[in-house]
């Protein structure tokens, strides 16, 4: 068994010792809002948004890009559990910020493992196992957070799926102050109708 999977089995043993009343929460967030931010670690939404179980659904993934699966998410988030504001929540410092999608596929195409990156950029440790999948992936890379949060934004915005009664707002998270930073036109984009 490995260190990690040791790790997580004891600190839930630990965590659901102490489960209780959280056994009782309901479906639907109670705060009835969600966020749709990065899966990068340093970012905490409970702690940056002062949340707690039960308060809002978080939607993670790479860039916390507004994505079919996102959208998915933040659709069955408002008409079957009730939540009536999004925030669209990118941050400084992020990982989707130093590749592209032509790199990413090109690393791809060579090797499945993990790839470095260093003074001349991404490289593969190893090749002979890659594939060319990556080539039909829409990888949603940023070049800019500010204009990412504001295509994210409005691409939710204008789904044909979206209630226009959402407000969806615009942030940035700042990874070395922890200060969410709004987006104005993101938010102004996102306002309800």
């Known amino acids: 068994m490995s260190e990690i999977l040791n790790h997580v089995k004891k600190a839930n043993e630990e965590y659901s010792k102490e489960f209780g009343e959280k056994a009782n929460l309901p479906m639907p967030p109670g705060k009835k809002f969600a966020i749709l931010t990065c899966m990068d670690a340093r970012l905490d ?3 940056y948004a002062g949340l707690t179980e039960g308060d809002a659904h978080v939607i993670r993934n790479a860039g916390g890009r507004a994505s079919d699966d996102a959208i998915r998410s933040l659709v069955i988030s408002h008409k079957l559990l009730g939540t009536k504001e999004w925030f669209v929540i990118h941050h400084t410092d992020c990982g989707m910020e130093t590749f592209t999608d032509d790199i990413i596929r090109d690393l791809l195409s060579t090797s499945l493992n993990t790839a470095t990156i260093d003074e001349n950029g991404w490289r593969n440790t190893s090749n002979g196992d890659g594939s060319p999948e990556g080539k039909y992936i ?4 940023i070049k800019n957070q500010a204009e990412s949060v504001l295509e994210d934004v409005k691409r939710i915005r204008f789904h044909p799926l979206v209630s226009k009664d959402i407000p969806i707002y615009g942030y940035v998270f700042d990874v070395k102050s922890g200060r969410l930073i709004e987006v104005p036109e993101a938010t ?5 109708a």
């Open 45 to 47: 939404p409970a702690k």
């Open 138 to 141: 829409d990888w949603l890379t």
């Open 188 to 192: 102004e984009v996102g306002s309800a």
